[in-house]
Structure formats: C-alpha cells, structure tokens
C-alpha cells in the first residue's frame, strides 16, 4: 500500500510539473519575441567561434607557410568583400580565405577579441573605442577619404536647420558608444558653441536607427555610409557631413596580435594588404564598375551607389606619424567628454612593419 501510494503522489507531481511547464510555456513565447533578434546574433557569432576555433588549432603559432593558414578577414556591411569581389584582387590566394561579416564595428572587435576574426575594419573612433576596451589588436593600415561618408541628417520637416538648433534635441547616433557618427556629432557641436550635454543621445544599430528614421520616429540621425546615403533618399536632409576636418577621415585595417604571432599568418595580412591597396586603386579607375557592384551585393538604387563610390575611402596608407597624430586628436576630444575612457595612446597600438612608405 505504501508503495502504491508512493507511487501514486510521483504520478500527481509529475502532473503538476507538466501543467507548470505548459504555462510557463505561454510566458516564454512572448519572451522568446523579444530575445529571437539577440538570439540571432549571437548564433552567428557563435558558430564563427566554433569554426575559428576549430581552425585555431590546427594553425600553430610556428607556422611559416601562408598555404597552411585560413585568414578571416573581419568586414563590415560587405564594404570589403564587394570591393574585392568587383576588382578580382583577392583571387589566387596561397592562403584560405574566409569572410567574417558585422553589422558595426563593436560586434567585428568582438570577434577579433574572441579569435574569431584575424583583421578589422573600421574608422578611427570604433578603432580608438576597441582599443580602450582592451581588445588586443594592431592597427597595420590607414584608409583615407574626405569625411563626407559621415553625417547628421535630420527629418526634411524639422525644425532644426543649424548644429546649434540640436540644442535640447535627442539624436540619435549609430551605431553604438564610440562611432565615428558620434565623434562627428561632437565636433560639430563643439564648432558651434555647444557641449555634448546639450543633446540627448540615443544609441541604435544602424539597420533599426533607419527604420525608426524613415518611418517618422526619429527626427535627428548621427550615421555613416550606406545607412547616411539611404537616409537622405528616404525622407532626410543633410545637417552637416564629415568634410573639411570635422572627422579626421582615416579608418584602420587592424590584426589580432595572435595573428600577428603567427608567422605565416602575418605574411598573409601583409599579402591582404597589398591586395587591398591594388583593389583600391581598381576602385578609382573603375568608378562606374564598382558602382554597378555595390548595387548587385546591396540591392542599392543607382543614385545611393554612385554616392558611396564617392565617398569611399580612396587608399591606403602606412601608419604614419600625421596619421596618429590626426587620429589621437579624435581621441582627446572624446576623452575630454567623457566617452572614451581610458584613453588610448594610438602610437602604442600600431605595427608599422607590413605597410611601408
């Protein structure tokens, strides 16, 4: 009897734990909407760290021969990869390739922190950010443009027509604490008369920070790139770009410093660099080309291309001394309101070995 009863209690619990798991089901649907999007991110992320790791081990540090290396070269938006696929430079490797894409800069330095990604590609502020935060990661290449790829762009019926009417305003900077868009958003309030407290920033992902634009529900947008161009398509008006020393106009190819250690896996950065620079110079020589690209990977109209061709980083350079002294200036200013912290001397954060002058 004692059995039977014992039993009997295990079967009504059993019931009771069915019931509970049933209603907290209804519960977890509506908190798995709200985790789906994070969820997603992090499934990518996590199975490039799967692979990377996989592929780590098997690439000892002593390695000489780039033929035995696969290099993951970190990008953003597929701004690299549409490039090279357009000029064909990167054909022909004597290493594997293999492509580790990001929405912005923050989750790319994060694969790069994680061994999930040998390079980066980012402008200098998301750059400086990366290296305040102490992710190991040499800048080994400047890129250079004329800032115009920045900008703050308003609502075509707001109010505001100068930096100084932002006044009391929130803005909205992609794509998150340390953007290049925010440095710019800084300077220009600077210029005119105004402190960073003077605004109320509201950091978004580029992709939500347009729908939210182009639907009415934000009035000021601090972007970069594609999402600037798109923007001024869609219902924008261009407050103030980059242009004429607002932004410093350099971006960095930074390497792991793990990669770096690697002696195959360096040749192979310097082999990338290279291509890239020969890439570049495709992409001054071809503008209509590379244009009809960046429609076909981007879905881009014609007119947004032509603009992005304008406005894209036209070559590469060592990293020299005018260029960490240009870039530091980025980092002094940020410091000084407070969103870069602890300040990152550039200068000890470069290998100036792969790219010559």
Request: a positive charge.
């Amino acid at each position: 009897m004692n059995h039977m009863h014992r039993m009997n209690r295990m079967h009504r619990m059993n019931r009771m734990h069915r019931m509970n798991r049933m209603n907290r089901s209804h519960t977890g649907d509506r908190r798995a909407t709200a985790a789906a999007r994070a969820l997603g991110a992090a499934l990518s992320l996590t199975a490039l760290l799967a692979t990377s790791a996989c592929a780590g081990d098997s690439e000892a540090a002593t390695e000489t021969d780039p033929s035995k290396v696969t290099l993951t070269l970190g990008d953003q938006a597929k701004n690299l990869k549409t490039l090279f696929d357009a000029s064909g430079t990167l054909e022909g490797t004597p290493y594997k390739v293999k492509w580790a894409e990001f929405e912005g800069a923050a989750p790319l330095f994060q694969a790069v922190q994680a061994g999930a990604a040998d390079t980066s590609y980012a402008a200098d502020l998301p750059t400086l950010q990366a290296l305040s935060g102490g992710v190991r990661v040499k800048a080994v290449a400047a890129l250079h443009n004329d800032g115009t790829h920045t900008g703050i762009v308003v609502r075509k019926n707001s109010p505001v027509h100068s930096v100084k009417d932002l006044k009391g305003k929130k803005v909205v900077v992609s794509s998150a604490k340390g953007s290049i868009a925010e440095y710019l958003l800084a300077h220009a309030l600077e210029q005119a008369g105004l402190s960073y407290s003077d605004v109320h920033v509201q950091y978004l992902l580029p992709t939500d920070a347009q729908a939210a634009f182009t639907s009415g529900k934000v009035e000021v947008w601090a972007t970069f790139g594609v999402y600037k161009t798109v923007a001024e398509q869609h219902g924008g008006r261009l407050l103030v770009n980059g242009a004429n020393g607002r932004v410093s106009g350099y971006g960095f190819i930074g390497a792991s410093e793990k990669a770096l250690q690697v002696p195959a896996k360096k040749k192979a950065i310097t082999d990338y660099l290279r291509r890239l620079d020969k890439a570049l110079a495709w992409s001054r020589r071809h503008p209509t080309e590379y244009a009809k690209a960046i429609q076909r990977t981007n879905g881009a109209s014609a007119t947004v291309a032509k603009a992005l061709v304008d406005q894209a980083n036209s070559e590469l350079l060592p990293v020299n001394e005018p260029v960490i002294r240009s870039v530091q200036k980025v980092g002094d200013t940020m410091h000084d309101i407070g969103v870069l912290t602890p300040k990152p001397v550039l200068a000890d954060h470069a290998d100036t070995s792969l790219v010559k002058e």
